[in-house]
């Protein structure tokens, strides 16, 4: 429990941090807001006018304290550029980039988890039949082979840009084969002829909870691409970690023991190791989802995707004081109850781990 | 009274890492026969030999080259396919290690283990706990330590309930790497107790390696002295503790404390 307590003190105290450092870099940006909002033919009056209503007379002290409370109220200011709320704003970018990153995160383990798994047994000579000649089933180079290949394939994964990744993807795949849509969430004709209820701003959910098909039709086949984007990098780190971890765990002498109880290689890999070697990581799923987050900011760009990241760039781009501090404070939470999630999870999966 | 029964007998075992001309001898076993409810200790220092030894008497000599015979009943170990030997481990030849807390997986309740290694060799359900509780009884543990984790109970108790896995699945064969080195020394002497009592009752040929001659003179019934993977000294245990013919026997016996000197 003091655990417990005390990472949620750390947790407010990150949070504390970030909204402290993002008040004051927000005054930082160069520009006035206020021109910026009111616009480049305003009168001074008008000018006067707006920074009242932004603000921006009080004194340092008085508007850290506006701006936190505003925060706490759920008032996160007016976005300069779209000229809504920015926690409007924000709950339906937000979402957009979720689903993108809840797909990487979800391809991460269910493909990297078992590509590890496959390497690893085959490193440690699985697939090895005594009964079928001196190289076995696989024969030693085949199993070399193998590993090498589940090796160098998420090698691949991570190291490729995923800007670059990306264009080259929608470039093939869309542009040139046209097996998939450019770009975008869905088709937009779709607004008229079956308009989508918005309940979780989750596209491909709201249009699976309210029995739009046409719409789930369309998401679905706009989000394949930006989503196995979004992938590589995870699934590549988790391939590559998840091998280690789990030939770090046949290394030890609890696997010895599995196997002179009769558990084959294979066995002792997937209902012994497999646990033992999920706590590290899901500390690297962790920090892969803070890292995809920031990743779908490249990636929503090229394939025109309504999510935080292009909100983000476009209040970067029109000099969006507020916005910029919202989505900032966004990703920080994001993180910090990731990483509680995480501390929480180790516990149930490790019983050595004590909260 | 029947014949005893010959548990274990191994000829001329050679075990070797590498192949063709650079290959090394790590262990050379000539004849070692281990007949049921006697015990047979393996003594030496580290890295003569006899912790390989035992690992090809279970096939776990993973990219080392074996020679020779190791006969368990009739199933020749160094040719079996690997699947009579995953069928062998455990049921038939078990392993007692030597650091006792983290050969136990760390993420399993002691139940949840036992449970798994019992269900692996087709016992289950209402049997499988029967034989559960009863070997944690021949081993003097509460049934209650099944719903801990290894690091919830001592070294002593983590190796008797290695122990206790041998004894629910009733192996013929019980083979021990050095396992009392990791205790505390009045751990180590009851520990000792319980494998000499099992081989009694349960009439268990027990393999005992060690590189303490103390510790295996207290139940060893013949030992086999090794270094640098050969044979030294062979014979019934008191010959070799008093009358040892190789002069490396005798500097290992003269390493051996005792009281009151």
Redo the contacts between chains.
């Keep these: 429990m003091r655990f417990l307590t005390q990472r949620l003190a750390q947790s407010a105290l990150v949070i504390a941090g970030v909204v402290a450092l993002t008040f004051v870099i927000t005054r930082l940006v160069p520009g006035d807001p206020a021109v910026t909002y009111a616009g480049p033919r305003a009168t001074p009056a008008q000018l006067t006018a707006v920074r009242r209503q932004l603000g921006l007379g009080a004194s340092l002290p008085d508007q850290l304290w506006r701006y936190v409370t505003g925060l706490l109220r759920g008032d996160w200011g007016t976005s300069l550029h779209t000229r809504r709320g920015v926690l409007t704003d924000i709950s339906t970018a937000l979402p957009a980039s979720l689903e993108l990153v809840g797909c990487a995160m979800v391809l991460a383990v269910v493909v990297g988890v078992p590509l590890g798994l496959l390497g690893a047994h085959l490193r440690?000579?699985g697939g090895?039949?005594?009964?079928l000649g001196r190289w076995g089933r696989w024969g030693r180079w085949g199993r070399a082979a193998g590993d090498g290949s589940v090796r160098a394939t998420s090698m691949l994964a991570v190291s490729v840009p995923v800007f670059l990744l990306a264009l080259a993807v929608q470039n093939l795949f869309a542009a040139q084969l046209g097996w998939f849509p450019v770009a975008g969430e869905y088709t937009s004709k779709l607004n008229q002829t079956s308009p989508l209820e918005h309940l979780t701003h989750l596209t491909v959910v709201d249009a699976l909870l309210t029995g739009n098909w046409p719409v789930l039709d369309s998401a679905l086949a706009h989000l394949v691409l930006p989503a196995l984007v979004m992938a590589a990098y995870p699934v590549g780190v988790v391939a590559q970690m998840s091998r280690a971890a789990l030939l770090e765990e046949s290394a030890?002498?609890?696997a010895?023991?599995?196997?002179?109880?009769?558990?084959?290689r294979l066995q002792v890999l997937t209902?012994?190791s497999l646990?033992?070697a999920s706590g590290p990581l899901l500390a690297l799923l962790a920090l892969v989802f803070a890292f995809s987050l920031v990743n779908a900011f490249l990636v929503e760009e090229v394939f025109d995707w309504p999510g935080l990241g292009r909100y983000a760039s476009a209040a970067i781009t029109s000099s969006d004081a507020p916005a910029i501090a919202g989505v900032t404070v966004v990703v920080a939470l994001t993180y910090v109850v990731t990483n509680l999630l995480v501390d929480l999870t180790q516990a149930v999966?490790?019983?050595?781990v004590r909260l | 009274m029947t014949p005893p029964r010959s548990s274990l007998t191994v000829t001329d075992l050679k075990v070797r890492a590498g192949e063709g001309e650079d290959a090394r001898l790590l262990a050379s076993l000539p004849h070692l026969d281990v007949a049921a409810g006697t015990c047979v200790a393996i003594v030496g220092e580290s890295g003569s030999g006899k912790s390989t030894t035992l690992h090809a008497m279970l096939g776990l000599t993973d990219g080392l080259a074996v020679s020779g015979r190791i006969m368990v009943g009739d199933t020749d170990v160094v040719t079996a396919p690997e699947k009579a030997l995953t069928t062998l481990r455990g049921s038939r030849v078990a392993l007692v290690s030597q650091s006792p807390q983290s050969s136990l997986n760390p993420t399993m309740r002691l139940g949840t283990l036992m449970r798994r290694v019992l269900a692996r060799h087709g016992i289950r359900g209402a049997v499988a706990r029967q034989r559960a509780d009863d070997a944690l009884r021949d081993v003097m543990l509460d049934p209650e330590l099944l719903r801990r984790y290894p690091h919830q109970i001592s070294g002593g108790q983590a190796q008797r309930f290695a122990i206790a896995l041998a004894v629910a699945l009733r192996a013929d064969v019980v083979l021990a790497d050095e396992p009392t080195s990791a205790l505390d020394v009045t751990v180590q002497a009851a520990v000792l107790q319980l494998l000499d009592r099992l081989r009694a009752e349960h009439g268990i040929a027990l393999v005992l390696v060690s590189h303490d001659l103390a510790v295996v003179s207290r139940i060893a019934d013949h030992i086999v002295v090794m270094r640098h993977g050969h044979v030294v000294e062979s014979g019934p245990a008191a010959d070799v503790l008093g009358a040892p013919a190789a002069d490396y026997t005798r500097e290992l016996l003269a390493a051996v404390p005792t009281l009151g000197e």
Excluded: N, Q, V
């Design positions: 440690l000579g090895r039949s005594r009964g030890a002498p609890h010895r023991l599995e196997r002179a109880y009769g558990f084959s209902r012994f646990r033992p999966i490790d019983p050595r």
